[in-house]
């Protein structure tokens, strides 16, 4: 079963916009990662943030955990065509496993 | 480095058949994980492995599916007789060990399985 649902399942904005996209889990984590597909490459890390992180930034991307509310979001400023992918969210399943569960994903398309 | 790569890309076999699928993590990588994926769905965990102990299956996983990793390098994961709901996308990703903390995966291309 998904332990991620992500929120929106799918998005479209025009290029320069903001994407925003939630995750949420069930159970209580060690981290959450989030990932990005396309064609072609394949999943591609993008950021990893512990569960005594409230916020990360790396270069457009922003990401946010609330563990109270077992929740993510991941904010994609200045959006490019290029960003166009599904995006993954993916937590450990906790219990000291290193076992990943990712989520159903958020096909974003950003038009040109 | 060049990265997790995965052998072959692309697999057609018959209901029945044996497959087996074969992934080089990133040399230094201690942990070695096996997904499944289907369309317009997420990777679904199957098993993953610490050097060459393998240390958690997915209980969704039927007897059909072995995987293994000798000497802790690379691996391979077996489906024996073959149906129809195997077809996916097949991921290997590694990952550091870094002092016992959760690190990010580093995927290969997959292989795409087709059973007919």
């Not at chain 2, 149906?83 to 795409?112: I, K």
Request: charged fraction near 20%; hydrophobic fraction near 30%; aromatic fraction near 10%.
């Amino acid at each position: 079963s998904q332990q991620g649902e992500e929120d929106p399942q799918a998005l479209s904005i025009q290029e320069g916009e903001n994407a925003t996209m939630n995750c949420s889990y069930k159970t209580s984590i060690n981290n959450l990662q989030w990932y990005r597909q396309n064609s072609g490459r394949g999943l591609v890390h993008l950021i990893l943030i512990r569960s005594n992180e409230r916020e990360k930034h790396s270069g457009r991307l922003r990401v946010t955990l609330d563990t109270s509310k077992k929740s993510s979001s991941l904010l994609i400023t200045a959006s490019r065509a290029a960003d166009t992918a599904s995006y993954f969210c993916a937590t450990d399943a906790g219990g000291g496993t290193y076992k990943y569960i990712f989520g159903t994903g958020t096909r974003l398309k950003v038009l040109a | 480095d060049t990265g997790v790569s995965q052998d072959p890309r692309h697999k057609i076999t018959k209901r029945g058949q044996n497959v087996t699928f074969r992934c080089d993590p990133i040399s230094e990588h201690n942990r070695l994980y096996w997904y499944r994926q289907t369309l317009g769905q997420g990777p679904e965990f199957l098993t993953y492995f610490q050097n060459e102990a393998q240390l958690e299956k997915s209980r969704l996983l039927s007897d059909r599916f072995s995987a293994e990793r000798p000497k802790g390098s690379f691996s391979t994961l077996e489906i024996q007789r073959t149906e129809q709901g195997d077809s996916a996308m097949y991921l290997c990703a590694s990952s550091p060990l870094a002092g016992g903390f959760y690190n990010e995966q580093f995927f290969g291309p997959g292989t795409r399985l087709t059973v007919l």
